[in-house]
């Protein structure tokens, strides 16, 4: 960790990128934690480097060449990026008082943000471009997979540019698993969350068409009419 200090004191651009990257809270620490390992990528290779060189670390040497590969870092870059949009999310989760219906409303925002930027070739073109500047600072050049056509465990669409190779078979295909994963794990059950609406501290909320589909959603467990049900959220509303 000396070594490393050492290194990045006289790195005035990773220290100006870190400020304020810092105080990280469990919920967003990973998107925080890819953007300071981007932001000192330089000081950190060349701490593995002298690990390994001054003080016969057999271990860093071995890291330094893996986190030098092209692959490493476009994934790093293109990663830390998308992962940004969910910090957000990831702290209404994981707040005591969470409030479902409200997460729902952010994960619509954050499917038609990835949407929109997987729609827009140049927000690619702008993380590729940053991939490959972080690239030259440890003197990596752009690339793709060698003999991509015998690949068995990893996607293997056709490219004729590193750029589109990486686009096709690392950033369109994370971020459509990131929006498939919204949809199965939270937003199928939206219709319930509503329900969080009765709820006393949420009370002022709740409208006569939520309550409708309140019902409709829990209309197996309620043993009232729609009318009754209607009469009680308007008696619970006037409290």
Excluded at 8 to 29: F, T
Excluded at 46 to 66: M, N, V
Excluded at 94 to 123: G, H, M, T, W, Y
Excluded at 219 to 231: C, H, I, K, Y
Aim: glycine share 2%; hydrophobic share 40%.
């Amino acid at each position: 960790m000396g070594i490393f200090k050492e290194h990045l004191a006289n790195d005035e651009l990773a220290m100006a990128n870190m400020d304020g990257h810092q105080n990280l809270k469990a919920w967003d620490a990973r998107s925080e934690a890819l953007f300071t390992f981007k932001s000192a990528f330089s000081t950190a290779h060349a701490t593995l480097g002298d690990l390994a060189a001054q003080h016969g670390d057999s271990k860093t040497g071995p890291y330094q060449t893996a986190i030098e590969k092209f692959d490493f870092i476009v994934t790093l870059v293109a990663t830390q990026h998308i992962l940004s949009a969910f910090v957000k999310l990831s702290c209404l989760l994981q707040n005591k008082d969470c409030e479902l219906f409200v997460a729902a409303e952010e994960s619509k925002v954050i499917i038609r943000q990835l949407n929109a930027e997987r729609n827009d070739p140049e927000v690619w073109n702008s993380l590729y471009n940053a991939a490959v500047e972080l690239a030259a600072t440890v003197e990596t050049d752009p690339e793709m997979p060698r003999n991509r056509g015998a690949q068995r465990n990893r996607p293997n669409a056709p490219a004729q540019t590193p750029s589109e190779y990486w686009k096709l078979n690392m950033y369109l295909p994370f971020v459509d698993h990131l929006i498939n994963a919204l949809y199965s794990r939270l937003l199928a059950a939206e219709p319930r969350y509503v329900a969080q609406k009765l709820i006393p501290q949420n009370i002022a909320q709740l409208t006569l068409a939520d309550g409708d589909e309140i019902f409709d959603v829990y209309v197996d467990d309620a043993n009232v009419t729609l009318q009754e049900f209607r009469s009680e959220i308007h008696r619970w509303s006037a409290k």
